[in-house]
Every structure is written in structure tokens, then in C-alpha cells.
């Protein structure tokens, strides 16, 4: 038998297993709350909690740490439920809305098509595409279900922009094309779409030609929202270890680069029957990469791509990029210096 609370009246602690239950370990949420519901993912590593008279709170190391996720308000939180993956979460309270969030409960969407209701608990599939949920009959008990609407992509050709949007010369850059996919933010806004060119100096490595860059502005429906971006750059390199994505603050010949290519992907596959490297990455709305920096409604994007020019470095990349994952592992902060040092060997 487990004590789950301590005894004292409206105060309460977190207890994860993991053998199944045989023995529990307490987590602190940073102060004790009136808990009411608990979820997680398939593999027990992504965490939502709810509290009564409370917020909803979130952990990514199996309940070691956890953050106050305060967007979805202060409620009466009743049931919680995670997908399989943990990205998806719905949670619902004693008087209102449903709400749901779709980037493991950073930011919260109320979805009102249901009603009002004194909601009691939650049931969905492994990827939430289908729920359950049930009402207590202080406001007319029901059973409600719902299927998820697909995310929306959005695409854009590169090629079709006007030569004054067109900056960049090279044929990759100009030949791109955007895909971007969201059940939030799904629209590019094509007035704002243009390629970059003219970053002549102040790559971050020496030994990399800037391709060129893409700007462009997506709009949300839920402001703080967030969106899958796919570059499918015109042309197939077949060491992704050789190229880099950055950030730049400023234009033209000032633009300062900032090297965020640990934290997107570049993989090959097929675009309309051809082969491509295609460049994918997470935005958000007032997120880090949101040159606007508030939750407004609008993402501002400008990316750079950058090709490491040494015909030595790129025959042999793939050894050295597992080399600075290894190393990467062991060092942990200090990750960045290292992948620079490394990869100029
Ligand atoms: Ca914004």
C-alpha cells in the first residue's frame, strides 16, 4: 500500500514507479498542490499533472522537474490525458471549455465547439485523433466525441517569386520550395516571401559559403501557436553533415549569423518524384525563432543555409559528425565550443 498524500488538507505530492508500481518515488512540483489528474506518455518521460483550483503542469524527465504551464488559466482541473507520443494533451475542468495542446502543453488551445460543461474525464486514441469525454450532469451530463481536423499545409515555390524578392543566386536557394504544416498556423503570408542574399562576411566557421536565405511571415488562427517548416532545397547533398542553418540578426553585409543547425534537421528525400535535401524545423509563435519575439499571431522567419566549402572535411563528415555527437554527449554544456573546434580539424 502507498500513502499518495500527506495528510494535510488540500496539499498533496506527485509518486511515479518505475517497475509498475511495486515500489514509488515522491517528485516535488516545486510546492505541494491539490492534484486531481496525472498523464503521460507511452514511454513515462513526458508528464502532465492537473491541480484543482490550479494550473496544469508539465515534466520531460519523468517527473524529475516540472513547469507551471499558466497560458491555459487558472481552473478547476478535473481529467488530463496525454497521446501516446506526448506532444498531444486534453484537460479538462469543472466549468468551461475543453482545452487541448499539440506541443506537450507549452501552449494551450480552448476549443468551444462542445459548450460549457462540468467536465469529469477524458479518453482518445493513442494519437488523440479521437476522444471521449464526458460531462457531469451539473450542466447537462453528455457523453462527447470528436475526431481531429488533419494539420493544414501550405506550400510555396521559391521559383514563382518576382526577381525583386528574389536575392539569393544560388540555384538551391531559388529553386526551393516551403512547406509548412500546423492546425494553428498554417497560412504563409506570399507578400512577405523572398530569398536572401548578400551576407558576405561573418559566417560563424570560415569554411562556409552562405547559400543564401529564405524570409518568411506565417500567420496563426490561436496566437502562440506553432508550425513544422520543410526547406526543400533544389538540389541533393549527400553528406547533410556539410551543411548549416543560422539565424541572422540585421541585413545585407551586417547580418550576424547564429548557428542553430543542432537544433534542425537536414535529410534527403523524395519531392515530387525527386530526390532533395530538405531542411525541417519547429517554429512557435514568440518562440525562439520568432524574429518577433511576442505571441501575436504572426511568425517572422529569416533562415540561412550555409555549405562547409572544405573537400576534405566533406568526403570524411559523416565520422566526424558521429565524432561530435559522441563528444557532444560526454560534455554536455559546453556542446556548442566543441562542435566548432572539432569540425575545423
Ligand atoms: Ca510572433
Redesign the pocket.
Known amino acids: 500500500t502507498y500513502s499518495l498524500w500527506d495528510g494535510t488538507a488540500n496539499v498533496g505530492i506527485v509518486c511515479t514507479s518505475n517497475d509498475g508500481g511495486a515500489t514509488w518515488t515522491e517528485k516535488s512540483s516545486g510546492d505541494s498542490r491539490n492534484w486531481y489528474g496525472v498523464a503521460s506518455s507511452g514511454d513515462g518521460k513526458k508528464l502532465a499533472a492537473i491541480a484543482n483550483n490550479g494550473y496544469i503542469y508539465t515534466s520531460s524527465d519523468a517527473g524529475e522537474t516540472w513547469t507551471a504551464r499558466t497560458s491555459a488559466g487558472l481552473r478547476y482541473w478535473r481529467y488530463i490525458t496525454s497521446s501516446n507520443d506526448g506532444t498531444r494533451l486534453i484537460a479538462v475542468h469543472g466549468e468551461g471549455y475543453i482545452y487541448t495542446s499539440s506541443d506537450s502543453g507549452v501552449t494551450w488551445n480552448q476549443q468551444a465547439t462542445a459548450g460549457i460543461h462540468e467536465w469529469r474525464a477524458v479518453a482518445g486514441s493513442g494519437d488523440l485523433s479521437k476522444i471521449a469525454v464526458v460531462a457531469h450532469s451539473g450542466y447537462a451530463g453528455s457523453i462527447y466525441l470528436a475526431n481531429r481536423e488533419p494539420p493544414v499545409i501550405d506550400t510555396f515555390n521559391l521559383t514563382t517569386l518576382s526577381g525583386a524578392a528574389q536575392s539569393a543566386t544560388s540555384p538551391a536557394i531559388t529553386g526551393a520550395q516551403i512547406s509548412i504544416t500546423s492546425e494553428t498556423c498554417y497560412t504563409l503570408d506570399e507578400s512577405s516571401i523572398a530569398t536572401l542574399g548578400g551576407v558576405a562576411s561573418a559566417t560563424p566557421e570560415a569554411n562556409v559559403d552562405i547559400l543564401g536565405g529564405v524570409a518568411f511571415d506565417i500567420s ?1 488562427v490561436t ?1 502562440g501557436g506553432s508550425s513544422v517548416v520543410d526547406i526543400a532545397l533544389d538540389a541533393q547533398y549527400a553528406d547533410d553533415g556539410t551543411l548549416r542553418a543560422y539565424k541572422g540578426v540585421g541585413s545585407g553585409v551586417n547580418t550576424v549569423l547564429t548557428d542553430i543547425t543542432n537544433q534542425v534537421s537536414f535529410v534527403n528525400k523524395q519531392v515530387s518524384g525527386t530526390t532533395k535535401t530538405v531542411l525541417s524545423y519547429q517554429l512557435a ?2 518562440g525562439d525563432f ?11 522567419d529569416p533562415i540561412y543555409i550555409g555549405l562547409v566549402n572544405d573537400a576534405s572535411l566533406a568526403a570524411t563528415g559523416t565520422n566526424i559528425w558521429l565524432l561530435v555527437l559522441a563528444a557532444t554527449a560526454l560534455v554536455g554544456g559546453s556542446s556548442f565550443t566543441l562542435h566548432k573546434l572539432t569540425r575545423k580539424r
Open positions: 496563426c496566437p509563435d514568440g520568432d524574429e518577433d519575439s511576442t505571441a501575436n499571431g504572426t511568425i517572422v
